[in-house]
């Protein structure tokens, strides 16, 4: 693949897929800015790796595991603990319509969760992944990705009733 190739392909990939890969890192740090280096980070590893994508998962499963990776080295570094990172509200990308109220609580329930568990909710529901494309894309079993999709589903529905789930980020 020349350069010119690899860069059409990238352009591409940006364009069909950038602004997925923008909310779920934002989700993933909390933060816009954050979010928008990971985001950027993504489709540079991605081009770099342009020859050795097999085609064995779509793109965007490809490209999701590749976000996620670079969130999760992103927050195991010693400055991401030091940043403040309560203002998620204000830091989420603008969606194409406004927020219901329901939708706004839900986001905030979502980003509540460990990272674990925010992972299989967003892919499965926000980048509308199947649990084989979740799987390959975390690197789990199918059966992990089910029993994680249950409990968070469990967690969040008594986090949106009022009660508090037990498995929330220990900030």
């Keep these: 693949m020349d350069a010119l190739e690899k860069e059409r392909t990238l352009e591409r990939l940006m364009e069909r897929h950038g602004d997925a890969i923008v909310r779920l890192c934002t989700l993933h740090l909390r933060d816009a800015q954050l979010a928008q280096d990971a985001?950027?980070?993504?489709?540079?590893?991605?081009?770099?790796?342009?020859e050795r994508f097999r085609g064995e998962s779509s793109e965007k499963t490809w490209l999701s595991r590749i976000a996620i990776n670079t969130c999760r080295s992103m927050r195991r570094s010693a400055w991401f603990r030091l940043v403040d990172l309560?203002?998620?509200?204000?830091?989420?990308?603008?969606?194409?319509?406004?927020?219901?109220?329901?939708?706004?609580?839900?986001?905030?329930?979502?980003?509540?969760?460990?990272?674990?568990?925010?992972?299989?909710?967003?892919?499965?529901?926000?980048?509308?992944?199947?649990?084989?494309?979740?799987?390959?894309?975390?690197?789990?079993p199918?059966?992990?990705?089910?029993?994680?999709?249950?409990?968070?589903?469990?967690?969040?529905?008594?986090?949106?009733?009022?009660?508090?789930?037990?498995?929330?980020e220990r900030a």
Excluded: C, H, W
């Design 39 to 50: 985001a950027q980070e993504t489709f540079l590893k991605a081009y770099r790796a342009l």
């Design 142 to 168: 199918e059966k992990t990705v089910s029993t994680r999709l249950s409990r968070a589903r469990d967690m969040l529905r008594l986090r949106l009733e009022g009660g508090k789930a037990d498995e929330t």
């Design 86 to 140: 309560g203002a998620l509200r204000e830091s989420l990308p603008a969606p194409e319509r406004p927020f219901g109220v329901e939708e706004d609580e839900m986001t905030f329930a979502i980003a509540g969760l460990r990272a674990k568990y925010r992972e299989v909710i967003l892919l499965y529901y926000y980048q509308q992944m199947r649990v084989a494309e979740i799987a390959q894309a975390l690197g789990i």
